[in-house]
């Protein structure tokens, strides 16, 4: 009898390509919308250059703000929904602050091993940190857009004026990672691939 290889596995199922891609899309909307509602009133003693903003106007700005909003929201409910039932989230996990400084060094001195479909340590707090600060940003978001009708969102953040900060620094650490992200797909471009085609690996 001939025996049967087993199957190669998928690295990046369909659902996870389609919600990363779409939140890519979601993220990048709302960053520039978000930077050119912030320029009409700003909160520090800077603003953003027009050429990076999206909208030309503060209407415009909101518009495409709170449409891709929505995208945002539904996307990120699917993934935590699909994520805790396919066992995505076990891949964060076991995550201890000796692992995190080990392969943290590692990184800085370019002598970080990469194993495909496997997150490393650093990967894993980055990954984690980005979703607790979108849910944050949403939280915070939702306060700023309807702060007497979701007033108990505003409370959680400390008021109105308290949430625009938190979600401004929400979005710092999102464009953030977005740009560490960025970073490193370009010093390991092999990894991008998989993320558009699935990939395989052996079992």
């Known amino acids: ?20 891609w779409l939140n890519a899309l979601a ?6 919308s978000g930077w050119q509602i912030y320029d ?3 909160l520090f003693a800077f603003t953003f250059p027009p050429l ?9 700005a909101i ?5 891709f ?14 994520s805790a039932a396919s066992g995505h989230f076990a891949k964060f996990f076991p995550l201890s602050p000796r692992a995190v400084w080990r392969d943290f060094t590692a990184a800085l001195s370019f002598k970080l091993p990469h194993e495909t479909g496997v997150y490393n340590a650093v990967q894993k707090l980055l990954y984690l940190g980005v979703l607790f600060a979108g ?9 700023i857009w309807k702060p007497v009708q979701l007033w108990f969102f ?3 953040c400390g008021g109105y004026v308290v949430a625009r900060y938190v979600h401004f620094f929400a979005m710092t650490a999102i464009a953030g990672f977005f740009a560490v992200h960025l970073l490193l797909v370009a010093m390991v471009p092999k990894v991008l691939p998989p993320m558009i085609t699935g990939g395989r690996i052996e079992p």
């Open 1 to 20: 009898m001939v025996e049967k290889k087993p199957k190669r596995r998928v690295i990046h199922p369909w659902p996870l390509r389609l919600m990363h």
């Open 27 to 32: 993220i990048v909307m709302m960053i520039g």
């Open 40 to 42: 009409a009133s700003p």
């Open 52 to 60: 990076i903003t999206i909208g030309q106007w503060l209407g415009a």
């Open 63 to 67: 518009a495409w703000h709170l449409a």
């Open 69 to 82: 909003m929505w995208l945002l929201v539904f996307n990120g409910l699917v993934y935590f929904i699909w």
């Open 135 to 143: 849910v944050v940003i949403v939280i915070s978001g939702l306060a």
């Open 154 to 156: 505003c409370d959680l």
